[in-house]
């Protein structure tokens, strides 16, 4: 089945360090998206990548990197410089022209 | 401003009552219009989408109109179960907004038995 998968479904992280949070998708989409999710706010863009090996900021970019070397990844690390990381992460993809975005099961990270 | 505004949660709703969540948009242009439901511990489903004016977009009992003269697009059904318990987000997207999403606050809904 196709579809898109995020791992790991909890995640801890201690202050100062780096995580990453895995996607990856067997859709042959292109476009691929992080949000994050805090409770009362909605949904959050935080990177966007809409082709291989290009990707742009979201509103909240900082603190966060991610990469796109393959057309099914897009992982997203989140640094030390994220200030305030505890979240709920969903990845995306939209397959170009349908407008229509498929999301995992997201990550859910927490500071301890 | 807001680009997505949906009516604040909680909506607690009795089995078989009837649902309105009110969606307004900010656009210039005519983006396409969505409703996505979000599972506890889940990502996102799309619900249900519109993409011009007056188009009704359905799934599962739920509706949504694209309105632009009002610049609206309420969701609505007729008779609720418990098993729509969720959050529900509106959604845009269009040239305006670089293609990318753009989701409201979202909406819990409870419907109680």
């Given at each position: 089945d196709g579809g898109i998968t995020q791992s ?14 895995s996607c990856e998708q067997n859709l042959n989409h292109d476009a691929m998206y992080w ?14 990548s809409q082709?291989v ?15 796109r070397?393959k057309k099914e990844s897009f992982p ?14 969903l990845c995306a993809s939209i397959q170009g022209g349908t407008d229509e975005a498929f999301f995992g099961q997201g ?6 | ?35 996505y ?5 889940e990502g996102l489903q799309l619900l249900?989408k ?9 799934n ?41 999403l ?12």
């Amino acid at each position: 089945d196709g579809g898109i998968t995020q791992s790991p479904k909890y995640l801890f992280r201690k202050e100062g360090q780096n995580v990453t949070l895995s996607c990856e998708q067997n859709l042959n989409h292109d476009a691929m998206y992080w949000y994050r999710q805090d409770p009362g706010q909605g949904l959050r863009l935080i990177y966007y990548s809409q082709i291989v090996n290009d990707f742009q900021k979201g509103d909240i970019a900082e603190g966060y990197s991610v990469s796109r070397e393959k057309k099914e990844s897009f992982p997203l690390t989140v640094t030390s410089a994220q200030k305030n990381p505890t979240a709920f992460y969903l990845c995306a993809s939209i397959q170009g022209g349908t407008d229509e975005a498929f999301f995992g099961q997201g990550t859910r990270l927490t500071v301890v | 401003g807001d680009s997505v505004t949906q009516m604040e949660g909680p909506v607690t709703l009795s089995e078989e009552a009837f649902l309105t969540i009110n969606c307004t948009y900010t656009a210039t242009g005519y983006p396409s219009l969505f409703w996505y439901v979000q599972y506890p511990g889940e990502g996102l489903q799309l619900l249900l989408k519109a993409t011009k004016a007056d188009d009704k977009g359905s799934n599962k009992g739920f509706e949504a109109t694209y309105r632009k003269e009002t610049t609206s697009f309420h969701l609505e059904k007729g008779s609720v179960q418990v098993s729509d318990s969720a959050v529900y987000f509106c959604a845009l997207s269009g040239e305006e907004y670089g293609n990318k999403l753009v989701f409201g606050a979202g909406t819990i809904l409870r419907v109680k038995s």
